[in-house]
């Protein structure tokens, strides 16, 4: 047997933990800044629960199998679903409720860069209002996310789903095509114009209708000239106006709750995918690192009623992609590598005899707060003190014989190579000191 | 359509959630004092990799199926057999080498209270190292973790496999029924003596040999008496001194760290259902609540040549029941409540013409670290009052027309009821006092 792990899924060692765990950590003291509050649902859900949600592209994508009660569950494939099916079944939460959730989901997909079976999303969720404050704040949110990571070179792309079906119609489109023809113009940025275009001949639109389709999406300028673009073309349409008065209101409110006119990108052509979107439709991207979007989501009025809650609630709420993240973090050389040597002191184990006084020793700095490892072994003091600067000890601590008999100890500080001998009762002390400082 | 959850599996409502996540987190700090360090694996895993390490039991409670690649795969059933399969595939990881992980495990059992399907582990493991040192620390660890959450009143009980092995020697068991003897004796304290002797009974065991096994499982008194107890007992068994011995070490290093006599039991019928333990067995109880183990774990130093490892590797860790560890707390009283009302300021909205400022205002307290929510309606003043009480706000903040006029905000405390008019600038330092202070 060769140990092996299963194609698209990922062991992640220690020195990508620690980044992640920074990343994840921010994200949910922004989340928790704006009130919402943890979830956790299963990982695995009845599969009629999961199935005609996402559209049929991704339904073939779901893992689900018969479990040994021979009931047929789905492992969850995002965390909105899941999230809609738990509204569903607690009226009693508050409303609007706002959660947040940070899980893996599972996608049988092609995996390649940065696209894998298994992968964390970071969800941020509000229920129960129609309100545009609540699109207006998401997207606020995704702007203070990304700051608090260091990402200040963004932009939030936005769309409504109802734009998309005012130009499906001003396009004469069958409503049953409008899936379709959103599938395809989100491939845009992906495969081009031309693209698009030969995608859409074969699924037998027609080359008039795909030439008003490309007419209504070229626009240019801020977010309320495109709207105005906009405005202008689809005059005629009730949904088209109403869509771009909806768009135009939360890129005011965004406005005014801090987001930078030149970080919001009006995007016509915008669907992202799942099929369970009605309005508000959000993406955003790196302005320096081309790597697809960082975050997603949208408005999706109808999928609670769709899981079986009595009433439909309206929702809305944003995905960070955790992978993504990390990929533009490092790229843009902001990875967080402070935490990266958690331990901070080695202490050494000079022979059998000394065991216990080490230990002692360890245990006082652990207890007070300092991230300490100790020796197993007694091998030669040189090899111990290789093998804490490899594990990025800054301190290593010797307690032999002679400091013994002092009641004292050797503090030898591994970056700077200065060591002093430290009178026990002080160690905890100095060995904090040092840490501060940072090399003495 | 009904909304439901499978069997087993649960949705953790925010509530719930609080308390897990603070208890995750002292989990956490404790295990990276320790100098243990994240890791992540998937959730799925080659059936092979998962099969025929936990015994005949567990096996059959594997969620296991054939993916879209027709590959047998599976649920994980713990994290020690995929941080076994790690340490097999990477030989470039540091030797020894600390990881802790905090994850889901699927396990298809009947459900009862305190056992799901899926559940999480809190894991801390070194691999590496046949050091009864780490032994030691781990029990060291062990301490330290339930102290961290405030339980005093627990007992860390203590045997060595061998010592399992060296009884059944004693009684003339064959090798092969020594897992079998294990399995049994592991219910001694839910189904009692006369449970485990019928149970022995029916699976073939002679009752002279049983009267032997329970002969040498008499033990009492203090850590150091029972042991010494059982060295006589077995003093012609090389496996058993050994195992007495061993456990001897570790009870005293145990001390030398810190962990206090008292605090720990022999316990010779130990055995903790997994077939992969080699020497030393933990498990913690609490003494108030009588709930089974809180955390468990053991040196397994055969189980990472059995996934495949080219070189065999000496490993022990402690797995800590998220679930369990909850119950405990909430009996004893300890649930961290603090941090349960995440919200503490909630913006009220006036009228349609005071949302920028309301939405101003918000942001304003987000980005200063306050936890705030805001209105979406300008339902009246007084249902947005009751609404900010119930979901634990500690102030409303109020910008009507009459305070945009005079530039100011009144902040009003849910707590004591007072309120007060503030200067528009001063809000966010007048909102901190406040919420220092715990009520005006």
Known sequence: MKPKVLRGMRDLLPEVMVRRNDVVARLEKVFESYGYRPLQTPAMEYYEVLTGKYGE???RLLYHFLDNGKRHVGLRYDLTVPLARVVAMYP?????????QVAPVWRAEKPHRGRHREFFQCDADIVGSPALLVDAEIVALIGDALSSLGIEAFEILLNNRKLLDAIGEAAAVDPHGIPLLCRSLD???KIGRHGVESELARRGFEA???AVVFQILEVDGGPLERLEQLRKRLVASEAGTAAVADLWRVVELAGIAGVSMEKIRIEPALARGMDYYTGTIFEAVSRDVKLGSI???GRYDGLIGQVGAKQGLPAAGVSFGLDRLLLVLEELGLSDDTRLAPVQVFVTLFDEASTPVALEICQKLRRSGVRTEMSYETAKLGKQ?????RIGAALCIVA???ELAADSVTVKDLRDRSQESVPRDRLVEVVRGRLQTGGG
Chains 1, 2 share one sequence.
């Open 57 to 59: 592209d991704a339904d």
């Open 92 to 100: 009693e939460l508050p409303r609007p409720f706002r959660r947040y």
């Open 187 to 189: 491939k845009l940025d």
């Open 208 to 210: 008039s209708q795909v």
């Open 295 to 297: 975050a997603g989501g």
């Open 385 to 389: 003190f290789r093998h804490a600067a």
């Open 400 to 402: 032999g014989p002679d």
